[in-house]
């Protein structure tokens, strides 16, 4: 029979489902207390991956900013004194054996080794490059994020001649290829200001502005699109009608509800500057000082180097894939947390 | 001759290069694992040398050799009247275009000075103002035609025009020395497509007949140029097109050529081995490939597969040298280039010859090879002044009695005594921020100055050092009291290294040296009697370097050449510094 076998197995099932519980009782009370945002950093707290990862950003964050302090805990520093102490020139220009691996021993003076042909430490340039990488990806990031975040809300909300102004705009920057637009603009920058004692600080100040310039469309999209459908919800509506300025409405009502996008779209771009500074300091059009991993990674792509001391060039490559990935995997995790239709 | 070879290394090399550190003491310096190379000479001459060529030992038909040019650009125009790099005289006087004379290797390596399109190597009256070539009349060009004495004399004619061949050779040659030059402009400029105006050249039969406005012992060396030879006459070749595919006459002819890139040349079936002394066709065809990465290059130099077996390479990363060096054996050659490295203090600017010197100990010559991607004692050593070593007349002194080292304390005493003891001189240099090892060799500089008293500012530029150095009107030129040069020989004479770098007014006298009793000297050396100028201008070197200092010479330069293992008779040629192309061929 049919319908007998199926009955029961149709019960089975319904014993899975979780117990309703009674709304009153403590426990349901704690769940329907918290605020969306308790929701999602509970379950991101729940979820391994973002933990580690989370774990493994902070170790790049706390080695940003504390490089100096770290540096003097193991006694190196950037500066060192001339090649020929810490490199041999006729063994193609690796470290002498007291200098460490490859070819002596290991020796906390130098605990990272340091570099073929210039003696610089590889720790303390590695402790620098990241807070280098750190620095420019968070800057860009910042100023990337707050333009697009405005050119969306406002071409959204306000519609019309604006949202078609601005829209151009926005398709207008896509189209311009990112690598060129870069390779054109920074030898002109630094041409413009290498006569500056600031030469540095200006070099990280207009990579900073190039990254953003072509990073921030992206958001603007997501924000305009999100804001068109949000501005015909009720609650802006009412806002509306109550008479409440454009700004209120902008920053009070619709910004809030903006928080999930824009978190997840800052969760991803900052591991996307963080390789592209790598990636342009590594074209030779990005810092050029030397404290950058891409910097290093150029230094150390020679084939020889990278037979007989291979660390030199795993370290800054290391650095980059552990600081990409878990950025992008805690982006990953973020946006499953805030994301209300997702079930973990 | 402008090395502009890694053009990225020589805006680090001019600033980065070179000079003296403890490693080789003598130009023959051993490379560490005995491997020895021969002193170069100043070479001899052989004016009766008559063609063929004598056979290279083994030598082989067939084959095409591949050239990879590593950091090189090449050069921008095959126009022979254009030419003056290393780069590009080597591959085109060697193989696609014939001149007055030319050089043959001898078997110790020297260079001979030998007839090519002349049949010997000129006859000149008592005091050089007027010399004679017999034009030889079985050179051909590649459509078949013969080579003629009126061909000759416009292709020398063009040598003149400055303005529409700005970086030729003839701008400093045949403009000082031809006559009347000073007032022709050339068959360009001058609307004077036939060369009528010029008075200064003379074609009788074969005869070719040049007078001089100043005595000229040297026109036979001169005559070694690519400018030196043959031109067709009228629009064939104009330029700038011309430079795109000049006619050939030599054993070669071009196919294709893509500056920056590529060149192609072929068998020209049209020379004839019998008119050319020096020169052999023994392989099929040749690549020049420029622009190489290093790095790529040397893996596949060293790998021995099939793309690497006919093929040359002309410089090797010092990274492979200590590696490949046993493994290479005679495959890698090791040429000195007779080339000098220098840094330029500005004479206007800093006049104090203690300063100068004190820069010249502030120098990490050792550390700035290392970073800047040189082998110390290898492909750089140090030197003592301005003329290379193995030059004629060229004088084995030291300017404070033994080789200046780095030594900043000495450095910082020199300063003192200058009156900056109490704080730090003001040094403005630039280095190529786009090449990481000149950035690197610039960081090593600015360590070695500030150790010897000196405050660095070092500007990162974008362009090719000498865009800066040379042109008086760039305000960052205008900042800088530090400058420099790599300067090749044109030949073995003090008078193409000493005058293009510290006359006056000279184009490359970065220094801006001007003392008006070592330019009266310069002139009057050349109306001396041609055996005493050799060793005049060495006492002149000596002179200027004890007495004024106005450069100071950071190394003597070197280059390896790798070959591949079926390249035949592998040799560098040492009157340009550039591997041995007329003699290559490919074994079987």
């Known amino acids: ?344 | 001759m402008k090395r502009n070879k890694p053009l990225a290394l020589v805006a680090g090399a001019a600033l980065l290069t070179l000079a003296a550190c403890g490693g080789g003491s003598s130009g023959d310096g051993d490379a560490g694992k005995d491997r020895k190379y021969a002193d170069q000479e100043g070479g001899t001459k052989d004016e009766t040398r008559q063609g063929p060529a004598t056979a290279v030992d083994g030598a082989e038909q067939g084959g095409t050799i591949t050239v990879y040019l590593p950091g090189d650009p090449g050069p921008n125009t095959l126009d022979p009247t254009a030419g003056w790099s290393v780069t590009g005289n080597s591959i085109q006087q060697a193989l696609t275009s014939r001149s007055l004379t030319q050089y043959s290797r001898d078997d110790k390596g020297q260079p001979v000075l030998v007839p090519d399109l002349a049949t010997d190597l000129g006859s000149h009256n008592d005091d050089f103002t007027e010399w004679t070539f017999t034009i030889r009349d079985d050179a051909k060009w590649e459509d078949g035609k013969p080579v003629t004495a009126e061909e000759v004399a416009f292709g020398i004619c063009r040598s003149l025009d400055s303005e529409a061949f700005p970086s030729g050779a003839g701008t400093e040659y045949s403009k000082s020395y031809f006559e009347g030059a000073d007032d022709y402009q050339g068959p360009y400029t001058g609307k004077d497509p036939e060369c009528k105006k010029w008075s200064g050249i003379s074609v009788s039969g074969q005869d070719v007949t040049i007078k001089m406005a100043t005595p000229f012992p040297d026109m036979d060396y001169w005559g070694s140029f690519m400018a030196m030879g043959a031109a067709p006459l009228g629009k064939a070749s104009q330029p700038p097109n011309y430079g795109n595919q000049p006619l050939a006459n030599g054993p070669y002819r071009v196919e294709s050529f893509r500056p920056n890139e590529e060149l192609t040349l072929v068998k020209n079936e049209q020379w004839a081995g019998d008119s050319d002394p020096a020169r052999h066709q023994y392989a099929d065809g040749w690549v020049f490939k420029f622009n190489q990465d290093q790095a790529k290059v040397d893996e596949i130099m060293l790998s021995g597969n099939s793309d690497s077996q006919a093929a040359l390479s002309s410089s090797l990363g010092s990274d492979k040298y200590a590696g490949s060096n046993e493994e290479l054996g005679d495959r890698l050659v090791q040429q000195t280039s007779q080339c000098v490295s220098t840094i330029a203090p500005d004479y206007t600017k800093i006049t104090d010859i203690n300063v100068r010197k004190a820069l010249a100990y502030a120098y990490p010559y050792e550390d700035v090879w290392i970073s800047g991607g040189e082998v110390p004692g290898v492909t750089r050593i140090p030197a003592n002044s301005v003329m290379p070593p193995g030059m004629a007349g060229k004088k084995d002194f030291q300017v404070d009695g033994e080789q200046i080292t780095y030594d900043p304390e000495k450095s910082k005493e020199l300063l003192a005594e200058a009156g900056y003891g109490d704080k730090p001189y003001q040094i403005t240099m630039i280095y190529y921020e786009v090449d990481p090892l000149a950035k690197a060799a610039q960081d090593q500089v600015t360590k070695g100055f500030e150790a010897g008293g000196f405050s660095v500012k070092a500007i990162p530029v974008q362009v090719s050092p000498y865009d800066i150095w040379l042109d008086k009107d760039n305000k960052v030129n205008k900042q800088l009291n530090l400058r420099g040069v790599n300067w090749c020989s044109d030949w073995p004479a003090g008078s193409t290294m000493l005058p293009p770098l510290l006359k006056a007014n000279a184009v490359y006298n970065t220094a801006q040296f001007d003392e008006s009793s070592v330019n009266d000297r310069m002139l009057e050396i050349s109306t001396l009697p041609l055996d005493e100028q050799a060793s005049a201008w060495g006492d002149l070197d000596e002179k200027i370097m004890t007495e004024y200092f106005p450069v100071i010479p950071t190394a003597f330069r070197n280059d390896l050449f790798v070959f591949g293992e079926k390249i035949g008779n592998p040799t560098g040629d040492g009157s340009i510094g550039a591997p041995n192309y007329k003699d290559l061929f490919v074994k079987k």
């Not at chain 1, 949000?230 to 902008?250: C, D, K, N, W, Y």
């Not at chain 1, 591991?271 to 990636?279: K, N, Q, R, S």
């Open chain 1, 1 to 344: 029979m049919t319908a007998g076998i199926a009955g029961p197995e149709a019960l089975g099932s319904m014993d899975d489902e979780p117990q309703l519980e009674d709304p009153n009782s403590d426990n349901s009370k704690e769940i329907s207390g918290k605020s969306p945002m308790q929701i999602a950093l509970s379950r991101l707290a729940r979820d391994k991956i973002a933990v580690v990862c989370a774990l493994v950003v902070l170790f790049f964050i706390i080695c940003a900013v504390f490089a100096g302090v770290i540096s003097k805990l193991f006694g190196v520093s950037l500066e060192s004194g001339l090649a020929s102490q810490y490199v041999d020139g006729l063994n193609s220009g690796l470290p002498k054996p007291e200098m460490g691996p490859p070819n002596g021993p290991f020796t906390w003076d130098h605990p990272m080794g340091v570099a073929p042909r210039t003696g610089d430490d590889n720790m303390a340039y590695w402790l620098y490059g990241c807070r280098v990488s750190l620095m420019i990806s968070t800057g860009a990031t910042m100023f990337a994020s707050i333009v697009g975040i405005s050119i969306g809300l406002l071409a959204g909300f306000l519609g019309g001649a604006v949202d078609k102004i601005l829209s151009f705009f926005i398709d207008m920057f896509l189209t311009i290829p990112f690598l060129l637009a870069a390779l054109t603009i920074a030898p002109i920058l630094s041409e413009r200001f290498n006569t500056s004692d600031n030469y540095a600080t200006i070099q990280m100040i207009s990579l900073v502005t190039v990254l953003s310039i072509f990073g921030w469309m992206g958001i603007a999209r997501l924000i305009r699109g999100e804001v068109l459908s949000l501005r015909e919800r009720e609650f802006v509506q009412a806002a509306r009608v109550m008479g409440m300025p454009t700004s209120r409405i902008l920053v009070k009502e619709l910004l809030p509800n903006l928080a999930a996008p824009i978190i997840i779209s800052i969760s991803l771009m900052l591991p996307a500057f963080v390789a592209l500074e790598a990636g342009l300091a590594f074209l030779g059009i990005g810092v050029t000082s030397g404290i950058s991993w891409g910097q290093i990674i150029l230094k150390a792509s020679n084939p020889t180097f990278f037979r007989e001391y291979p660390q030199y060039l795993l370290q800054p490559m290391l650095g980059i894939v552990a600081l990409v990935l878990s950025l992008n995997l805690l982006g990953d995790a973020i946006r499953d947390a805030l994301d209300p239709k997702t079930r973990r």
